[in-house]
Nanobody
């Protein structure tokens, strides 16, 4: 099983990025998916999540109204659209997947660096 996060890069404040998380070896449509981020010297924190059925999404307060999580089951990919980026959004972003009914995040991607300049 492999989760591949990509799409990171350097962007100016106010800009946008879209991060794909592609799954290999599992069927994303039967998994809840989350995005997390870890800034230098800080713990990894939750950013956004989407249920396996796509019936529900939730976001950290710090990104509400700016980030959107969505999924394309045909491509086995979940996306994190990030708009109005701020320097404090700078971090390594990770995606994770949880099997339906699981209380834990069962699989993790390798992370992609997002740097927002002021």
């Amino acid at each position: 099983v492999q989760l591949q996060a990509s799409g990171g890069g350097l962007v100016q404040a106010g800009g946008s990025l879209r991060l794909p998380c592609a799954a290999h070896g599992i069927t994303f449509s039967s998994h809840g998916v989350g995005w997390f981020r870890q800034a230098p010297g800080k713990e990894r924190v939750f950013v956004a999540g989407i249920t396996w059925s796509s019936s529900s999404t939730n976001y950290a307060d710090s990104v509400k109204g700016r980030f959107t999580i969505s999924r394309d089951n045909a491509k086995n990919t979940v996306y994190l659209q990030m708009n109005s980026l701020k320097p404090e959004d700078t971090a390594v972003y990770y995606c994770a997947a949880a099997r339906r009914g699981s209380a834990n995040w069962d699989y993790w991607g390798q992370g992609t660096q997002v740097t927002v300049s002021s």
